[in-house]
Each structure stands twice: as structure tokens, then as C-alpha cells.
């Protein structure tokens, strides 16, 4: 049993089937990606394990627990953090206050408390700065935290995205297409971040297009083509399976 198991999940919008019948197991520690030519139903299916959207049938255990229980903002207290295929961030906040909006989830406070500041208050406060210097650190940001978001190069934002998701402690990050847009060194850079991360003990469902990338730092691969499921092994399995280079990588470098 993983960490979160997909239960044949299907997922239809009128006549359109974006996911069918998939079936995935994420085991704890690990980086898991999820490939597949765009439309394939990869964001179909954060989308659902994020509550976002509702299968039509299946379903989705977290920890043994079914998530179709919950309601989208009580993912992230389950200990589930994603990043959005496209930006999702606050660009007229600081770095900082980005950061703080995902440690949210962690902070119990009542709003008397807030009102007269006390030193509960105080307290949680300080260490959610303290938690938000280490991100900015970790992620190359420590001099941005007073920068405004929307003004720092895309490469950056990106790591801001990220760092908003880790400051909530995951235990299960899902990452879509964070590549997308960088450059060769800005890749390099959040490759290494991804391994530190997992090697911190967080799992990461990865969404991403950038093959190399992929190949280079997964455990597990799932490949989806039209909404199925046409393969799942070890990148060296998958990069030589006839049904993936035929439907996704091409006659490349991989096989």
C-alpha cells in the first residue's frame, strides 16, 4: 500500500473522458511522475487528488484515507501541498507574505488572540518568520523576502510557488510542470531542489515535460495518452517501452 493509492478513477466533462480508469500507487519517499502529451489528463488528475474536481468513479486514499471526503481547502491539513501549471502566486505580496500565506494551516489562533497580540500569538509568529528565512534560503531567495513577488525574474516566482508549498510541512508535494519556463541553469537549480526535498523525507508527485529532468531524478514513472494509462515502471523501463516512444517521446535520445 502507498502513501496515496488512485482507485480507477474516471473523470468525464460532457462526452469528453480526460482521465479513465487510472489506477497509481505512490509510495512514500519517493519522486513519482506523471508524463504524457499535453490533454493527456495529468493536471485531470491533480485536479482530483486536490479536490478541485470530482471523479465520476473511483477513488483516492491518502494515508489509507479516502480524500473524496474532504473539501479542497482541507487537502493542505491532510498534509498535501501543489504547485499550479500555471503561476499561482500573489505578485503585489512580498516574498515573504507568500510564504506565510501557505503557513496558514499550521497556525491555531483565535481571533481574540489576534486582536490583542499575545504571546501565543507572539510566538507563532516568530516562528513562522524563522520557518519563512529557512525556505527563502533553501530556494535561493533569502535577499528577495522583502521584494515584491511580481517583480522577480519567472525562474524565481516559480520558487516562490514552491517554497509557499513547502512552508505548510507536506508529506506529499505535487509539482506541475515546474520547469516550464526556465531556463538550462534555472533547471539545473530546481532539479537539485526536487532532491533535496524528497531527501528531507517529502514525497513528490511530479507533472513534467522536460524529459530530461524526468528521467534524471524519478523513482517511478506513470505514462498517460488520451486520458489511460499506457505504461508505469522505472525510468529505464519506460524510456525503452515501444507504446510510450511511439505515443510521447518520439524516436529520441531516450530509447
Known amino acids: 500500500m502507498g502513501l496515496m493509492e488512485v482507485r480507477e478513477v474516471t473523470v468525464r466533462f460532457g462526452g469528453l473522458i480526460a482521465a479513465s480508469e487510472i489506477t497509481m500507487d505512490i509510495e512514500e519517499g519517493t519522486i513519482h511522475s506523471l508524463i504524457g502529451p499535453n490533454g493527456a489528463g495529468k493536471t485531470t488528475l491533480f485536479n482530483v487528488i486536490t479536490r478541485v474536481i470530482d471523479p465520476n468513479i473511483g477513488d483516492v486514499l491518502f494515508n489509507g484515507e479516502s480524500l473524496l471526503k474532504s473539501k479542497p481547502h482541507e487537502i493542505i491539513k491532510s498534509g498535501i501541498a501543489r504547485t499550479f501549471q500555471n503561476l499561482e502566486i500573489f505578485k503585489l505580496m512580498t516574498v515573504r507574505d507568500n510564504f506565510l500565506v501557505g503557513e496558514h494551516v499550521n497556525i491555531d489562533t483565535k481571533l481574540t488572540a489576534e486582536m490583542f497580540q499575545t504571546k501565543h500569538i507572539q510566538t507563532e509568529e516568530a516562528n513562522s518568520n524563522t520557518k519563512a528565512v529557512q525556505i527563502a534560503e533553501f530556494l535561493g531567495l533569502k535577499n528577495r523576502l522583502n521584494s515584491l513577488t511580481g517583480m522577480l525574474p519567472y525562474g524565481l516566482q516559480k520558487m516562490v510557488e514552491i517554497g509557499r508549498a513547502l512552508i505548510s510541512s507536506p508529506k506529499l508535494l505535487l509539482l506541475d510542470e515546474p520547469a516550464a519556463g526556465l531556463n538550462p541553469s534555472e533547471t539545473h537549480f530546481l532539479k537539485e ?63
Open 193 to 255: 531542489v526536487i532532491r533535496e526535498i524528497k531527501s528531507q523525507g517529502v514525497t513528490i508527485l511530479l507533472v513534467e515535460h522536460d524529459m530530461s529532468l524526468v528521467m534524471d531524478i524519478s523513482d517511478y514513472i506513470t505514462v498517460m495518452n488520451f486520458g489511460k494509462k499506457i505504461a508505469e515502471g522505472m525510468p529505464d523501463q519506460i524510456k525503452n517501452d515501444p507504446e510510450v516512444i511511439k505515443a510521447y517521446l518520439g524516436e529520441s535520445k531516450y530509447a
